[in-house]
């Protein structure tokens, strides 16, 4: 997978990326015909992409097959490991005709060990991009729904005892000049007999950990490395992002990560980051571009990044799913703090469906992928449970609860919430770490000019209230989602026209000014950095359909309310300083 640091020195690694032969399978015949053993009358496509960014393909939503043909030098008998970045929605993935594994749910990643001779083989991978009554997201959702293989694959030769995982748990000591330490490491012996190694863990230039370990025929395991104090460390934060580099090694095989250390809590209305209070000053961004779909390319990731940090933000959300790794190691060094969240888009959700096993265990488990995946970035302060799903009903609190109680003994340092269109009623707040509420009153309420702009003054009282009445006076309340779409050009000398510019830019200088003077609140996300394709059941106030709230458009020129976004977020930086 592609980092933006080298995760191997030792391990030798295979870039997967690149030419495939492709085959859309529109009456699902290709299991019945043995398409896994090889794909004949396909095209080349470039992996990672989503076919619906080929010609003719922009609606296509089903089945499509992938083939990539590859060469095995080295030893007579090589262990495998495969890894695939994210498949849309449901992939199968066969190695030479022989089903290796099947994963539900885009945007984490997952990996299958194989063995292979010396010689040519084939990697054929079903991509199912169709909805049913158990989908995760449901069909009806405010983006679009691309299909395809959207991010890398990759494959490593496994040697002796490998490394499949690594997770730096710590917890930092009170003056935060030194911290409690311990590796998590999930340990694969890819030998047919029992097997030992020696196994070292090092953080920066310490050692935290040298010993030995033995593990039995193709054993899998996971072991924990004593802990330790590191003194004197460095703080992670959001101006110095101190990262360390964490280095695994066994006589055969290496994993290597970084790892940041800071502390993210909450004290009366206040978000500390190592102590300090935040105002967290932010956009919500999609992964998304309409030319290359989810399969976001790197360069223009840090061109985004260069315009987020320009406009003054110290936070992204990403919305609505986990990000590309390559991103999230990007904010890393940045110091930019993140948001991440499991594609649960409550709009699409029928409330009936919080209870149902198949969705329950669904969201859960793309929980502990993204916990798995993502636990060792520092910038990832915010765990995501769901958004705007129906949060008054007492099933959404339960639901709530099974996802709350797995990311707070799991999540490791994170504050965990969800995002909610219910503020009135909401039933599920009290799970929340910070109260984070999306409301777009001046878009969708719009009911002339200064009577609009009231009713968020009266939101502000009641939320005060209903947080008073339920006790939950004490949580910090962002504001993590709120705006209005605007057609980019489309200008207007009247500040009431809708979808003009100057409407959006003047909401949002309004909105940002009430929110950032309330005493409760400690943050804003704007909906949204950039406009995206969203998908044809969304065509309520979507014109060209396209979700226009972007204050950039979909290829990054901004609007105006990019300059008043700038001007207001470096004023109230300021201020915090
Ligand atoms: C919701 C949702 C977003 C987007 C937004 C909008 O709050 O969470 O994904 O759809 O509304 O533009 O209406």
Known sequence: ??????EHKIRRVHDLNGAWKFKLDPDNVGKDEGWFYGL???????????????????????VAWYEKKFEITGDDYTGLLFELGCVMTYAEV????????????????????????????????RADSSFDKHSFPQRYTDWFNYGGIARDVSMYELKGISILDNHIAYTLCDDLKSVKVHAELELFNTLDKESSSPLSVRIGDTEIFCGNVSLGASERKIISTPEVELDGIELWDTDSPKLYTVVAETDSDDLIDRV?????????????????????????RHEEHHEWGFAFPPKLMKRDLDLILDMNCNTIRGSHY??????VDMLDEKGILFWSEIPMWGCGFAWELFTDPIIVERGLNMHKEMVKQYYNHPSI???????????????????????YDYLREFGGNRLITHASNHPLDDVCMGYDDIICINIYHGWYDYNGYPKTMKAWE???????ERLASRGWSDKPVIMSEFGAAALAGFHSHFDTVRWSEEYQRDLLEYTLELFHNTDYMRGTYIWQFANIRTSPEMNMNRVRYFNNKGIVDENRNPKAAYFKVKELYGKYALENK
């Open 1 to 6: 997978m592609k980092r933006t640091f080298e």
């Open 40 to 62: 004949s009358d396909a095209e080349d496509v470039i992996v990672p992409s989503c076919w619906n960014n080929e010609l003719g393909l922009l609606n296509y939503e089903g």
């Open 94 to 125: 066969w190695l030479d005709g022989k089903l290796q594994c099947e994963h539900y749910g885009a945007f984490t990643a997952f990996s299958f060990t194989a063995y292979a001779e010396k010689g040519a083989h084939s990697l054929v991978v």
């Open 260 to 284: 940041g250390f800071r502390k993210i809590e909450v004290k009366d209305n206040n978000i500390l980051l190592n102590g300090r209070s935040i105002e967290l000053l932010g956009v919500n």
């Open 322 to 327: 986990p990000n590309s790794k390559i991103f």
């Open 381 to 403: 302060i915010i765990w995501g449970m769901h958004n705007e799903i129906d949060s008054a009903k007492e099933t959404a609190a339960t639901l709530t609860k099974t996802f």
């Open 458 to 464: 009266i939101l502000v009282e009641q939320l005060r």
